[in-house]
């Protein structure tokens, strides 16, 4: 199974997804560790990214994905049209959505480092968000133990 965790840059992908990966004992799959330089270098100087710019990387993101066995992947994944692409070709997989308010996650990113993700871009992330509209809703007020465990158990295992 691939459990994509998705949601706007400080929702918590990272350290929610990577915590959920340990407890399944399944790899963990960082996409933000897959960007090419020039997506890296368009976010670090505060250009948004466009369509265009996410395409390569979302595809290589689905061929990784179709060689895995288990595992839990950390993309934003905003657009209906990313998740798309990030799982064409995946049968058994979940959707996670990481949700808070605006002003929850820009204080969160406000006190985090990110290595090149400015919190000045969040608004044009919350723009560009589509909600899922079918996948495990996680409101990320809660501590992120205890969203690990509101996702396992709402994950169903094929047998």
């Not at 949601?7 to 990272?14: F, I, N, P």
């Amino acid at each position: 199974m691939i459990v994509v965790v998705m949601g706007v840059s400080g929702a918590g992908k990272t350290t929610i997804g990577g915590a959920l990966a340990r407890r399944l004992g399944w790899r963990f799959i960082d996409a933000d560790d897959y960007h090419p330089p020039e997506n890296v270098a368009k976010m670090a100087a505060g250009t948004p990214l466009e369509d265009e710019d996410r395409w390569p990387w979302l595809d290589e993101l689905n061929r990784m994905l179709k060689k895995q066995g288990n595992a839990v992947v950390a993309c934003s994944a905003l657009k209906e049209a990313y998740r798309e692409r990030l799982t064409d070709g995946l049968s058994n997989l979940r959707i996670v959505y990481l949700h808070g308010t605006l002003e929850l996650i820009r204080s969160r990113m406000k006190a985090r480092p990110h290595r090149y993700m400015p919190a000045s871009l969040l608004d044009s992330q919350f723009a560009a968000l589509e909600p899922p509209a079918r996948a495990i809703a996680i409101d990320v007020a809660a501590e992120p133990a205890s969203c690990v465990a509101h996702i396992l158990s709402n994950l169903r295992f094929a047998d």
